[in-house]
């Protein structure tokens, strides 16, 4: 829970938040049989990459996201928690399987969903790789009755700020060096076919795959990759071209572009809609993809204006008089004069895109004057030169602002430290972007399936 300034006196609800106890114990790593969802409206997610959660929780629903990034009376919001947040509305989707190899994910993963009363079984910290070799062998390892799999596959082979190797990455499926026995199909670069293989296996009426802007321009990756989804369960799928989705275009306070692939199950389509989506241009009551409702990239001044920075961390403490250990936690990487995360982030701007790797490259909430910090009223109130704190960066992420970040562990060591909860919130997908993809693949489930 974020602490504001002067700590003022809890509501009725935030007490009620604050009520609930969320802790991680000790996980195991696979679990063959879930328990079964009751609403029979519910739609079965399996999540794969699933990392701290992002997004999980926005197809999910039911989260804290900010106010600005919806219409005052959006149908979709629950309630107005205050003039700054609001409690958005269950999705149809639930989550019957989550994955993912690294265990700060996991325990952020398994601490904020079980509000939702996901049991820890349900996430397998275990390489895909692995998973799919398990069930190959015969292990009972994915659930039945899938209705969608979502996946952010590893994205640092092809981003722009990375090294760029593509399907030639030099990690293997965990993430470590590769060695000379491993088979360049188990790379972390060629992830997304192992995802491929899930879709094989659990025949889902539609995947969503997330993954970062450079990819589509790296060669002819893209197409490659969409062209092996597309052959899933015997060339099974069609894919539609993937979109670059701005985050900032959907109430993100972010500079953060994605591509995203949708694939729907051509047997499981209703006939008018197979045609739809065969078009070249498809009809807009047919288009999966949502449409902007922020004026970041359109130039649509009938869209609301951006969600910028000071809207979201303008109340936050400093790290020196926070409770929240997110808050006052936080890199004290000295100004480099090269290098990425050198700058001090636009208040009344979108925040920048928060990266994974923190190798001191975590933007400064505020400069120097001598670094060209330009927060002048900031710095003459005794406010000091620091880089973003974990929950700043979570809250341009969207993450909802009662996320537990900082997580101890047995004594003095941590399930999720500082450091873990920037590597893990700069992987996510932004949850409200997520949940503009889940909203608006709701709105055409009817009309795709006849459900």
Known sequence: MIYHENEKKKSELEEQQDAVAFVAEDQIPIYFHEEEIKEPSSLRLLSLFSGCGGMDIGFEGGFIAPRKSFREGAECVERIIDEDWVKLKKNRFCTIFANDILPEAEAGWTTYMSRYHHTANKYRRISLVDLVKMHNQGADIFPQNVDVVTGGFPCQDFSV????????????????????????????????????QVIDITRPKVFVAENVKGLVSLGDVKEIIQRDFASADGNGYIVLNPQVLHAGDFGVPETRERVIFIGIRIDALRPEALEALKQECIPEMYNPYPSPTHNCTTNDES???????????????????????????????????????????????????????????????????????????????????????????????????????VIKGEGRSYKLSSSGAYKVIGNAVPPVLAYRIAKRLEEVWSIYFGE
């Open 161 to 196: 700020a990375g090294k760029r190797k593509g399907f030639e990455s030099h990690k293997d499926h965990e993430g470590k060096l590769r060695t000379d026995d491993v088979p360049s199909e188990e790379s972390r670069g060629k992830l997304y076919y192992w995802m491929k």
């Open 303 to 405: 869209l609301l204006p951006i969600v910028t920075t000071r809207d979201i961390l303008g109340k936050l403490p400093e790290p020196d008089v926070a409770i929240d250990p997110a808050q006052s936690q936080y890199s004290k990487a000295k100004y480099l004069i090269h290098g990425q995360g050198q700058t001090e982030i636009k208040l009344d701007g979108l925040g920048p895109t928060i990266r994974s790797e923190h190798h001191g490259n975590i933007e400064f909430r505020r400069l120097s004057e001598q670094h060209g910090g330009k927060y002048i009223d900031e710095l003459a109130d005794g406010k000091i030169e620091r880089r973003l704190t974990p929950r700043e960066c979570a809250l341009i992420q969207t993450f909802p602002p009662d996320y537990e970040l």
